[in-house]
């Protein structure tokens, strides 16, 4: 793993529209900047504004979030409307309202041509 990715670091990528993590975290937990760049928590089920704790100002491991599945995320003013998870998982404003495979198939293949 590469080193030296401080919190600086990570500051650059969320002002470049990236999503950060750090290893230890959950595997779909990430920061996203928001508004009036304020740093967000996100994960499958919801978001909140972040907590920074002083470890995580002295890391040097902070990475680039790349999630588990393949999802579409539809956002609006930055912040999540719809998110098509792979698995099937549907969420609206980050609440999970329904799974079917076949829904989202069907709009990945209306939105990005590909088919599974």
């Not at 990570?10 to 740093?39: F, H, N």
């Not at 491991?61 to 098509?84: A, G, H, Q, S």
């Amino acid at each position: 793993m590469e080193k030296n990715k401080t919190f600086n670091w990570a500051i650059t990528q969320l002002r470049e529209g990236k999503k950060v993590r750090r290893p230890m975290w959950a595997e779909d937990s990430y920061w996203v900047l928001g508004v009036d760049e304020k740093i967000e928590w996100h994960n499958e089920y919801r978001y909140d504004n972040a907590t920074v704790h002083l470890n995580q100002l002295e890391a040097t491991d902070w990475e680039i979030y790349r999630p588990t599945f393949d999802d579409i995320e539809f956002f609006v003013d930055n912040k999540p409307v719809m998110k098509l998870s792979e698995n099937g998982n549907i969420y609206i404003r980050n609440r999970l309202i329904w799974n079917d495979k076949e829904v989202v198939k069907g709009m990945r293949y209306l939105l990005l041509g590909v088919k599974q």
